[in-house]
């Protein structure tokens, strides 16, 4: 009898302890090269956690942190790592798609709701249990396309980028939306390395093709020189870039010569709602410096979580809930999932002048 009452008495600590805490895994670069990019998703991650859990009567939201390294093999075992335990309903995961794409195998077999920041349609495309909180590039370079050939009418454009990575599969998707949709060539196409300063050959190309419009993909690095090389080219272009070149350290750098261009971003805080604002400033008196776009997508996927759990604190309840998703507000949109799962579905276009961003339209579906 004593051993059935003790053991009684261990199942029922057993479910208390179980219903303790909801428990998230985080796979995000806390080492290595990305490492900066982690600092920003776990300070959103935390900083949303205490949010969901000041507001939760009953069990508590748990993050669980799993380290990737910045490397493919360090997202597997990151994953691996973090599928060890049950009781982890979902993840929040990397922004970078390499990664993204490495854990997908993963994330579907063992059927764990995943949501990531990046912005490639591949990554969402690989598993049905891979949600993206923010837009895809098939979303921003559609636009881009539309807003240049309908709103600029401008069918002479020349597409400039970063070589590599995420910059060059949106320079060719920009391409092909151009080419598929309206018929237009780019009438230049042409890449620069990471970090580069100096752009007089590429300008010099778009100056021999009599192209209206740069459309420029790259880091923010570069944005500073890239704006100065253009305005000392004394090309009379307009700039259409990407949210990389639409930051505080690129018009400081470049100063008036940033003046006019046009800028397609879904974070701009100074053209969003109080309550972003608001956000904003809570983050940075708490971790020191302001949030980009990377923390602010993150801090939402929590929030997304919680709503999504109302359909069932677990795997299957989780996925389902995320699907049901409609216009739920976060800090850096209102999201609905749709069948692509994609949960963003606009640009703000902003005209950058004085260092400061000024909306000219909302670009959306």
């Known amino acids: 009898m004593k051993f059935f009452q003790s053991l009684s008495i261990v199942l029922a600590l057993a479910v208390c302890s179980q219903a303790q805490s909801i428990k998230v895994g985080v796979q995000l670069p806390l080492t ?3 490492s900066d990019v982690g600092v920003l998703m776990k300070n959103a991650l935390q900083m949303a956690a205490d949010k969901v859990n000041a507001a939760q009567k009953g069990p508590k939201w748990e993050l669980v942190w799993a380290d990737d390294e910045s490397t493919t093999d360090g997202a597997t075992k990151a994953i691996n790592t973090l599928l060890q335990d049950p009781q982890v309903i979902a993840i929040v995961g990397e922004i970078n798609s390499p990664l993204v794409m490495a854990s997908a195998p993963l994330v579907d077999k063992a059927g764990i709701p995943y949501i990531t920041g990046g912005s490639s349609p591949r990554t969402t495309a690989a598993s049905p249990w891979i949600f993206r909180a923010g837009a895809s590039d098939a979303l921003l ?3 881009m396309a539309q807003y240049v050939v309908d709103d600029l009418k401008v069918k002479s454009i020349a597409i400039l980028h970063d070589k590599t990575g995420i910059h060059n599969q949106r320079a060719g998707m920009l391409a092909d939306a151009l080419k598929t949709k309206y018929g237009v060539d780019a009438a230049v196409n042409e890449t620069w390395s990471p970090g580069d300063k100096d ?3 590429q300008l010099a190309k778009v100056k021999a093709s009599g192209a209206k419009v740069i459309a420029a993909l790259g880091e923010t690095p570069e944005g500073g020189a890239f704006f100065r090389s253009v305005k000392a080219s004394g090309l009379k272009v307009q700039v259409v870039a990407h949210r990389d070149f639409g930051v505080k350290p690129v018009f400081d750098e470049a100063g008036a010569a940033a003046d006019g261009a046009l800028i397609v971003t879904e974070f701009a805080p100074a053209l969003m709602s109080r309550a972003t604002q608001d956000w904003v400033a809570a983050y940075t008196k708490r971790f020191g410096s302001g ?3 990377i923390a602010a997508q993150y801090y939402d996927s929590l ?3 919680a709503e999504a759990a109302k359909s069932g604190a677990n795997r ?8 049901k998703i409609k216009a739920l507000p976060g800090v850096m949109a209102d999201y609905t ?3 692509g799962r994609n949960g963003v579905h606009r640009f ?3 005209k950058a002048a004085g260092g400061n961003l000024t909306l000219v339209k909302t670009l959306s579906e």
Request: glycine letters at 14%; proline letters at 7%.
């Open 337 to 339: 999932f749709d069948p």
């Open 291 to 293: 949030p980009n776009v």
């Open 199 to 201: 752009f007089s050959a």
């Open 348 to 350: 703000f276009l902003a």
């Open 303 to 305: 929030l997304l979580l």
């Open 316 to 323: 299957t309840g989780v996925k389902a809930g995320l699907e």
């Open 141 to 143: 370079t559609g636009l």
């Open 32 to 34: 290595g090269e990305r």
